[in-house]
């Protein structure tokens, strides 16, 4: 007996269409799955949505984790995520110690101004101690 | 990834044929897929969590170790010749209108229909199954089904039109017509 001559798309079609009713078919039977079996499957979906949601979280920020009683920043994205809080904590504590140093060597050029009037004034320095001269300051002030 | 388990749970049946061990397998793979790819686009989730069913009911069976009939099935993921010299595509024309399923009256024989289609398709070589499963439940396309069997486009046709021949053969010798 001969057969028809069909073309490689026209096979393909027929293919398909075989597929997809059999894929109907088994469409049909999800419905029909045991109750507690269809309970399990949602119980596992929600549970690996959190568990989605929980990845997420630790990928864009780092998470605090309580690790014997004492709080520690864990990094959950390796390097990078690392690297997202220790630099802004570097940056604040080099800008702090700038500040720390610029402060103390204003400090120190105020006293070392101090020191110069008071070594070039036509007044010595121990003038500065005597009380009598000390009074006349005050007065002086008020005045 | 609604409804998404369902089907999932199904194909492991089709593989295992165990619940327990199906749903094991749905739930390792849905755990593995939220825990390592949680944070990729959703969009890219379905793929992703196709490739890692496949990969964990592999794995299921690589744990069983034995030589029993299922795990001898994984010696059908290798390649094997199908004889017979019908012809595929005379079984594949629709013989009856696919409307006349829809009557109420005829869901006893949906049914059965579903039941044999089921035995028939667990009795499909594991790779020919995947890949039929994939092609035509799953409804990927041929670079996506081959992505997630780790396979060339040519296996998945030839898989595929494989698990066709062998399906419509056996249904229409068990009085299926679909």
Redesign the interface.
């Known amino acids: 007996m001969s057969?028809p001559f069909?073309s490689v798309a026209a096979?393909q079609h027929?293919?398909?269409?075989?597929?997809?009713?059999?894929?109907n078919?088994?469409?049909?039977?999800?419905p029909a799955?045991p109750r507690d079996?269809?309970e399990?499957?949602?119980a596992?979906?929600v549970?690996?949505?959190a568990?989605?949601?929980?990845?997420?979280t630790e990928?864009?920020a780092p998470a605090v984790v309580q690790q014997g009683g004492s709080s520690v920043l864990h990094g959950g994205f390796g390097f990078w995520g690392r690297a997202a809080y220790l630099i802004p904590l570097l940056a604040l504590t080099l800008g702090l110690l700038g500040i720390g140093n610029l402060q103390e060597q204003l400090r120190a050029s105020e006293i070392a101004d101090v020191d110069a009037e008071l070594l070039t004034s036509d007044l010595p320095p121990s003038a500065y101690t005597d009380p009598g001269f000390a009074q006349y300051l005050k007065v002086d002030i008020k005045n | 990834m609604r409804g998404v388990e369902k089907r999932a749970f199904k194909r492991s049946l089709y593989h295992v044929r165990n619940q327990e061990s199906a749903l094991d397998i749905v739930q390792d793979s849905m755990m593995k897929l939220a825990e390592h790819y949680g944070h990729k686009p959703a969009a890219e989730l379905p793929m992703l969590f196709q490739r890692i069913l496949t990969n964990s009911t592999l794995d299921w069976f690589r744990r069983q170790k034995t030589q029993n009939a299922l795990f001898t099935r994984m010696g059908d993921f290798e390649a094997s010749e199908d004889g017979g010299d019908f012809d595929l595509l005379e079984t594949l024309l629709p013989d009856r209108d696919p409307d006349q399923n829809e009557n109420p009256q005829n869901q006893a024989d949906r049914a059965q229909t579903l039941r044999v289609i089921e035995e028939e398709i667990q009795e499909l070589p594991a790779r020919q199954r995947e890949a039929f499963l994939m092609r035509y439940w799953e409804d990927m396309d041929v670079a996506e089904t081959a992505s997630a069997m780790g396979c060339s486009h040519g296996s998945v046709k030839t898989h595929c039109f494989r698990a066709i021949a062998a399906l419509s053969k056996a249904l229409r010798a068990r009085g299926i017509f679909l």
């Open positions: 057969r069909r096979s027929l293919m398909n269409q075989f597929g997809s009713r059999v894929a078919h088994l469409d049909d039977a999800l799955l079996i269809g399990r499957l949602r596992v979906r549970q690996a949505l568990k989605r949601r929980i990845s997420i990928a864009f």
